[in-house]
């Protein structure tokens, strides 16, 4: 008898079936490796297909519309160095790489910022364009581009013309293998010409990015009519100036703009004695820094978004308190996480500086703009952080027919008509309504139509008496800054060529949206803060809420003068951080904003500075230390009030036990930060929204980091009950959140808390801004990558932001960091949160995630000779003929 078969395909032990069973193994075997063919087969093919869009990166190339020879020098991670002699040339050379790297993004983006996504993805998109056509930003920014000076227009021309020398030659796949995929749904489509206004219309989308408080006013006119005014300024209390810091304790007082060819006369901070130092105190806002105690998501995704953890660190450390002598300059700005980064790193070098070519400039800036955003010249170098002033308001509208009412007279709608093309389908006309505040929003997002809907704001002070209201249907509309032409493609050439702290003003006065604070370092020694933007003066309203529209002591009535914005020069202590905290304190004679950043980061900062002044010099490392540090005020907060609670439970109470060992730092391969972050989130939602009659949208931890800390001071407070949950105090919602913590922990990560770790939970994924998010398995695959696990956390200095209520995935960070060193350019730390090439497979791609992974940075050359030795390919461009 023979031996029983032990294949999992025979039928039987007899002969028969034995021969059945290994022909239908074989068979098996066969298809599924001729499947496995087939796969590596059809990778194989789109890696090469991916790969025909790689740029080239040595030889030579022959460009029609270049003047001379141009170089683009390429290092190891493929940022580029180009060097022109005409800035003619050097802005065509940038569009023409820029194209080489990114082509595909840029494309994206500009039919983000017209409002024609439906013409690349289909219907799927109609909402969104329909918004973003109804803010007008191309057409702003067509406007900003007419209203240039000619050398400014030029450099925006010489660079579209680069960006369409490299698509005579690359068109479809051949450009980026976005095209490619593109193709399977929309085969007809076309690439058009660059124009100046593509490049300057993604300044209008980061002003949306970074714009400040319309989820804030939103949010708190949809639920005021929820909540007594006590409640309400429970969940939205002031800025903490008792214990967090302020930018600019003592405003300087420094000429103005243009007017000082010699900086070292003015009234720096410490450069004056006591009598005059108390004048320029009386004529301005000064209040010493304390000692620190401890479809609008659509397109917010589109564009980076303000979520949970946008923001920026920016500092300044000057000479006096360095290792070198020179100042130090730190910036990691904070965006929603893209592949590939918003950023693109690059060194453009005139090859004599000159008033006709005044380039020598290195640092980041965006695919499709001409120029360096952020970074340093041969003399300066400056920082951004998001200024979070208030630069939006909603207004509610009385309408009648065609017509609003203003100051009690019927004023026709402004109206236009535009014509949506949607890939795959009929073409939609808009009609777009606005008034004297701005385009009418409601009924294109369910937040604003709600508004509109039900404008009553119950027992709180939120809505101005909408009982004095005209007859007809109430409207919502939108006044923001960014809606009216402004300078700011201006100003990034003039902070590309300042050579001093006036000239920095000055390009600072130019940059009036988005409204950013700007740090400032120079080779002289010298270190500086200015706050420019266009600052709205409001009337009788503060911003904080919709205002009656129809009134016309509602709108705002001017700008704040550049010569009255604060401004900080030598001061006195040798630092200034900016962390989108309050700016000035509360005597400033303008109202900024109600809605600052609450300054944990910039508290944890501050007092990193003061420990490192006090060990001794600082040095460039030390600011990277700073950039990586995990440190969570909530969290220790929370160690603090459990210290004697127990549960009754011993699982949980060993999980609390990990609290009272833990360092508080938010570190990837934590247990106790696990715990603690899922504790912080489980304590929120149990106190604000799980089973709540009304609950409360958990938007900004930063916030409710404050909400709960006084909180805990007031074990009385009605937030600590929660009838549907069957909680009746602080006591009893702490220990059940607690035990809720550790449940939830153990179905994410197990029963072994050993194997807790907060890296895991909080993992970064890498997810493209198109195709990455397809809902096709395959295609989401060949341009996703990670997830990688990471530390950090919410209002943390290393910001990597997730959102109360999800997942613990990182969703906003740092999407670049920098430590320049004014006494050396070539040793200053750089890193670029994904790398300098958008091109799927590319090495370049995600070459420095993992470096930005471990909050490292990387030296990047600036001399010429440093660049030349870390060269590993140079393209030349030669004009055609």
């Not at 050097?90 to 439906?118: I, K, N, P, Y």
């Not at 497979?841 to 995630?849: I, V």
């Amino acid at each position: 008898m023979s031996k029983p078969s032990t294949s999992p395909y025979a039928i039987d032990d007899t002969p028969r079936g034995s021969s059945l069973g290994r022909k239908i193994g074989i068979t098996l075997f066969s298809v599924v490796a001729g499947v496995v063919a087939l796969v590596l087969v059809a990778v194989g093919f789109l890696v090469y297909t991916a790969q025909r869009s790689f740029p080239q990166l040595s030889g030579e190339v022959e460009l029609s519309g270049l003047d001379d020879e141009a170089t683009v020098q390429r290092d190891v991670l493929g940022i580029p160095t180009i060097t022109a002699d005409s800035a003619h040339d050097l802005f065509f050379a940038q569009g023409f790489v820029h194209a080489q790297d990114r082509f595909f993004e840029m494309d994206f983006r500009r039919h983000v910022t017209s409002g024609r996504l439906s013409e690349l993805f289909g219907e799927s998109q109609l909402d969104t364009d329909m918004f973003l056509r109804t803010l007008g930003w191309r057409a702003i920014a067509e406007q900003e581009v007419e209203a240039l000076d000619e050398t400014d227009r030029a450099y925006y021309e010489a660079y579209a013309d680069g960006v369409n020398a490299f698509l005579a030659e690359n068109d479809g796949a051949d450009a980026s293998f976005e095209y490619a995929v593109l193709g399977l749904q929309n085969p007809g489509y076309e690439i058009e010409p660059w124009t100046p206004a593509d490049s300057v219309a993604w300044l209008k989308a980061m002003a949306w990015d970074l714009r400040n408080n319309i989820e804030d006013e939103t949010e708190r006119a949809v639920i005021a009519a929820d909540f007594t005014q006590a409640e309400m300024d429970e969940l939205y209390p002031a800025y903490p100036f008792d214990r967090n810091p302020i930018i600019v304790p003592r405003i300087s007082t420094v000429p103005a703009v243009g007017t000082a060819p010699d900086l070292d006369e003015a009234d720096a901070e410490g450069e004056t004695d006591a009598e005059a130092e108390a004048d320029a105190d009386a004529a301005t806002s000064s209040i010493e820094w304390t000692e620190v105690e401890g479809v609008v998501a659509a397109v917010s995704e589109l564009v980076g978004g303000v979520g949970e953890g946008v923001g920026s660190n920016s500092w300044v450390v000057s000479g006096s308190h360095t290792e070198s002598g020179m100042p130090l300059l730190a910036n990691d700005p904070h965006l929603g996480a893209s592949l590939p980064s918003v950023w693109h790193q690059i060194q453009l070098k005139c090859s004599e500086v000159s008033e006709a070519c005044p380039f020598d400039v290195a640092g980041f800036g965006f695919a499709g703009m001409p120029g360096v955003i952020i970074g340093h010249n041969d003399r300066v170098a400056w920082g951004f952080t998001n200024l979070t002033a208030d630069v939006t308001d909603l207004y509610l509208e009385k309408v009648e027919g065609d017509s609003y009412w203003y100051d009690g007279v019927l004023v026709p709608l402004e109206e236009r008509t535009e014509t949506v093309k949607v890939a795959g389908g009929d073409d939609v006309d808009l009609v777009i309504r606005s008034t004297v505040n701005g385009p009418i929003v409601s009924g294109l997002t369910a937040d604003f139509t709600a508004i509109a809907d039900d404008p009553s704001a119950g027992e709180t002070d939120a809505i101005a008496t909408p009982t004095g209201a005209p007859a007809g249907e109430f409207a919502v509309s939108l006044r923001w800054t960014a809606l009216e032409p402004g300078t700011t493609a201006s100003a990034i050439f003039a902070l590309n060529a300042a050579r001093d702290f006036d000239d920095f003003r000055g390009a600072a006065a130019l940059f009036d949206v988005p409204a950013q604070n700007l740090v400032y370092a120079d080779v002289d020694g010298n270190i500086g803060y200015q706050t420019p933007g266009r600052l709205p003066i409001r009337g009788a309203g503060d911003g904080s809420m919709p205002q009656p529209g129809w009134d016309s002591a509602y709108a705002w009535q001017s700008f704040i003068p550049f010569e009255e914005l604060p401004v900080a020069y030598n001061p006195k202590d040798g630092y200034i951080v900016t962390a989108n905290n309050a700016i000035v304190g509360a005597d400033y004679t303008h109202l900024l904003t109600r809605d600052w950043d609450y300054g944990w980061r910039a508290a944890r900062i501050d007092e990193l500075i003061q420990r490192k002044i006090a060990e001794g010099p600082i040095t460039a490392d030390d600011l990277r230390e700073i950039q990586a540090d995990n440190s969570s005020f909530i969290g220790m907060r929370l160690a603090a009030a459990y210290l004697d609670i127990t549960t009754g439970h011993d699982k949980t109470d060993a999980a609390l036990d990990l609290l009272r060992e833990w360092d508080g730092q938010n570190a990837a391969d934590s247990a106790a930060a696990a715990y603690a972050n899922v504790l912080w989130d489980t304590l929120a939602a149990n106190m604000f929204s799980d089973e709540r009659e009304n609950p409360v949208p958990l938007t900004d931890q930063g916030r409710l980091f404050l909400v709960v800390d006084q909180l805990l001071d007031t074990p009385d407070s009605g937030w600590w009950v929660n009838q549907g949950l069957g909680v009746s105090g602080m006591n009893d919602m702490l220990k059940r959140s607690a035990i809720d913590a550790r449940e939830r922990l153990t179905a994410l990560q197990g029963d072994n808390s050993a194997r807790w770790n907060w890296g895991g939970l909080h993992a970064l994924p890498l997810v493209s801004e198109t195709f990455g998010s397809s809902g096709i398995a395959p295609i989401e695959w060949l341009f996703n990558r990670g997830p990688y696990p990471v530390g950090g956390g919410s209002s943390i200095v290393n910001a990597t932001g997730w959102s109360l209520g999800g997942d613990f995935a990182t969703v906003t960070v740092p999407s670049m960091r920098m430590v320049i060193d004014l006494g050396d350019f070539d040793e200053s730390g750089w890193n670029h949160f994904t790398g300098a090439s958008g091109h799927t497979f590319h090495t370049n791609y995600t070459d420095q995630t993992e470096t930005w992974q471990r909050t490292e940075l990387t030296p990047w050359a600036y001399t010429s000779e440093a660049v030349d030795a870390s060269t590993t390919d140079t393209l030349v461009l030669t004009p055609a003929g």
